[in-house]
């Protein structure tokens, strides 16, 4: 089986520029807040590709809580909640499929949402994915850290993982007063039938 290797600092930078332009360019932060939250993702991207492909420190800690030092030899075994539930390596490729779908489902839904907004230019847009939620951007964003979590869990990004959803929620709130005071009662409507992460499927605008 092909296995990576850490010390890979090239990878590191790579992943951090690419998945930089995604939340820079996808995002799009304006206001003084969105970019301090637009920062604390940037610094959950480096701490999690710092470990992935750098230096390994949280599989450095687990290798010293548990005594089975392969959590800071042996690369694959970053995949970390397989080995540590018992379910090996075949476990370690499910969680690794299961995390890179979420990942890659939540990086199409934000840039889907992005589009569609974008064309919108400035008008109420409730088609497409804004049928079925308010805010498809940060849901896809919170799809993609939670796909990185299952693939690749590290101490850094398990605690940043509930900061950067209430950063995240804010900020879609104060979205939504400011398209408040511009549509007036066609939001207030359209949010009462529309959820706002997650679908209602019950009451999708027609």
């Known amino acids: 089986m092909f296995r990576l290797d850490y010390y890979q600092w090239p990878l590191v930078a790579a992943y951090t520029i690419l998945l930089g332009v995604f939340l820079y360019g996808i995002l799009r932060p304006r206001r003084r807040a969105e970019w301090r939250s637009a920062g604390v993702a940037q610094a959950f991207i480096i701490a999690l590709y710092a470990e992935m492909y750098g230096i390994p420190l949280t599989m450095y800690l687990v290798a010293w809580l548990t005594g089975r030092t392969e959590f800071s030899q042996d690369h694959f075994h970053g995949h970390a909640w397989a080995f540590l539930l018992g379910l090996g390596e075949t476990g370690a490729v499910l969680f690794d499929i299961v995390g890179q779908l979420l990942i890659a489902g939540g990086a199409a839904l934000a840039l889907v949402g992005w589009r569609q907004v974008h064309r919108g230019t400035g008008?109420?847009?409730t088609t497409g994915l804004y049928r079925f939620m308010r805010h498809p951007q940060y849901t896809g964003f919170f799809l993609f850290l939670l796909?990185?979590?299952?693939?690749?869990?590290?101490?850094?990004t398990l605690l940043m993982f509930p900061v950067l959803l209430r950063v995240y929620y804010?900020?879609?709130r104060a979205e939504e007063f400011e398209a408040q005071s511009i549509f007036g009662e066609a939001y207030r409507d359209y949010s009462r039938r529309v959820g706002m992460f997650i679908p209602r499927f019950g009451k999708v605008v027609m």
Not at 147 to 156: D, F, I
């Open 123 to 125: 008008t109420l847009v």
């Open 170 to 172: 804010r900020l879609a």
């Open 147 to 156: 796909g990185s979590m299952v693939n690749w869990p590290t101490l850094p």
